[in-house]
C-alpha cells in the first residue's frame, strides 16, 4: 500500500491540488484510492472535489467519531465516491475540536491506568477498518500546522511528498526541509519517508534553475519540476474536478504544456506507486 499526506513548511504551496491531481492519477491508473480530509479550512479536498455532504453537521458520522472511540456507523460508510471512483472522507468541523477531543480520552485513559496515544488514533482506526485490504493508496491531506491532526496523518502513513516553492524564499527553505521532516520526525516518535520533492510554478529563471540545481543536490528525490500552471489550477478549482477533467471537459483548445503538466503528475504518480511497490494495472483510461 502506497500512504502519504503533503507537507510543506509554508502555507499555500500547493499540498491540496498535489493530493487531488495525484488521487485521480493513481485512480486513473487502475487502484483503489482513499483520500482522507483533515483540513476544516473552506479550500480543502472536500471543496476540491464536491460531495454533496454537509460539514457542519454534528450529528452525522464522522472521521473524528472514529478517532474518539465514538464512531456512529461502519468506516467504510463515512467515504463518499468522487472523481473517477475516488473514495473520499471529506472534512467535518469537529476536525476543529479534535485536539480537545483526544486531550479527554487522554485524561479519562490516564485515569483508568491505560496508555493512551493521541497521535495514534488514525492509524488505529485505519487498521481497524482493514484498509489495507480495500486500497493501495491512501492520501491524508491536512492543512500542514504542526498539531494533534498534522501528527495524526504522519503516525498513519509514515511518508510525505513534499510542495516546493521554486521562488528566491523557497532557496532558503532547502536546507529548511531537512530540519521540516526532523521536527516531525521528533513530534511524532516514527521516522518519516521523504517520498518526493515536487517544485511548484518553477519558471525556469536563471534563479530559479540555481534553486533547483540546489535542490537535487540536497539528496531528496526530485521525479519531477511543475511549471507556472495558475491558469489550470484556478480552472479545476474553479470547477471541482482534476486538472485531467478539466482540460478534458472544460478546454476548447488544448495547450501542449498543460498536457505536459499532466503527463507530470502521471509520472510522479508511477514513480510513487513503483517506489511502494505496486503493481500499476491495466491503464483504464
Ligand atoms: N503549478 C501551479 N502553478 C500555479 N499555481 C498553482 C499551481 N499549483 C497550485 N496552484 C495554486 O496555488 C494555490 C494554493 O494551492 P493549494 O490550496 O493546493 O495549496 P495548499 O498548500 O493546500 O494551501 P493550504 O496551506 O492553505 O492548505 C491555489 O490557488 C492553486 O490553484
Ligand atoms: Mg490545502
Redesign the pocket.
Known amino acids: 500500500m502506497l500512504t502519504y499526506t503533503?507537507v510543506?513548511e509554508?502555507?499555500?504551496?500547493?499540498?491540496?491540488?498535489?493530493?487531488?491531481t495525484l488521487a485521480v492519477s493513481h485512480a486513473r491508473a487502475g487502484h483503489d484510492v482513499l483520500a482522507i480530509d483533515m483540513?476544516t479550512?473552506n479550500?480543502?479536498l472536500t471543496y476540491f472535489f464536491g460531495p454533496d455532504y454537509d460539514r457542519g453537521n454534528p450529528k452525522i458520522d464522522n472521521l473524528v467519531r472514529h478517532l474518539v472511540g465514538r464512531p456512529k456507523g461502519n468506516f467504510q460508510n463515512l467515504t463518499h465516491e468522487v472523481e473517477h471512483g475516488v473514495d473520499l472522507i471529506p472534512s467535518h468541523n469537529m476536525l476543529e475540536d479534535l485536539h480537545e477531543f483526544l486531550l479527554n480520552e487522554k485524561n479519562q485513559a490516564e485515569k483508568l491506568g491505560e496508555s493512551y496515544s493521541m497521535y495514534h488514533q488514525l492509524h488505529r482506526v485505519l487498521r481497524e477498518a482493514n484498509v489495507r485490504d480495500h486500497y493501495d493508496v491512501v492520501i491524508v491531506?491536512?492543512?500542514?500546522k504542526a498539531g494533534p491532526i498534522l501528527y495524526n496523518a504522519l503516525v498513519a502513513v509514515r511518508n510525505v511528498v513534499i510542495?516546493f516553492e521554486a521562488t528566491a524564499k523557497g532557496q532558503e527553505s532547502i536546507e529548511g526541509l531537512d530540519d521540516l521532516v526532523d521536527g516531525l520526525e521528533e513530534n511524532i516518535g516514527v521516522d518519516v519517508g521523504v517520498l518526493a520533492v515536487v517544485p511548484?510554478?518553477y519558471k525556469d529563471t536563471r534563479d530559479q534553475r540555481e534553486i533547483l540545481a540546489d535542490l537535487r543536490n540536497s539528496g531528496f528525490p526530485v521525479p519531477i519540476v511543475?511549471?507556472?500552471?495558475?491558469s489550470?489550477?484556478?480552472g479545476?478549482?474553479k470547477q471541482q474536478c482534476s486538472p485531467y477533467t478539466y482540460v478534458e471537459e472544460h478546454r476548447n483548445r488544448k495547450r501542449e504544456y498543460e498536457l505536459d503538466?499532466l503527463d507530470q503528475f502521471d509520472e510522479l504518480a508511477r514513480h510513487l506507486e513503483r517506489d511502494a511497490g505496486l503493481k500499476t494495472p491495466e491503464v483504464t483510461v
Not at 491531506?141 to 500542514?144: E, L, P, V
Not at 511543475?226 to 495558475?230: Q, V
Request: a negative charge; glycine letters at 22%; hydrophobic letters at 30%.
Open positions: 503533503p510543506s509554508a502555507g499555500g504551496v500547493g499540498k491540496t491540488t498535489t493530493a487531488a483540513d479550512q479550500g480543502s491531506d491536512s492543512a500542514g510542495p511548484i510554478g511543475i511549471g507556472e500552471r495558475g489550470l489550477m484556478e479545476s478549482w503538466t
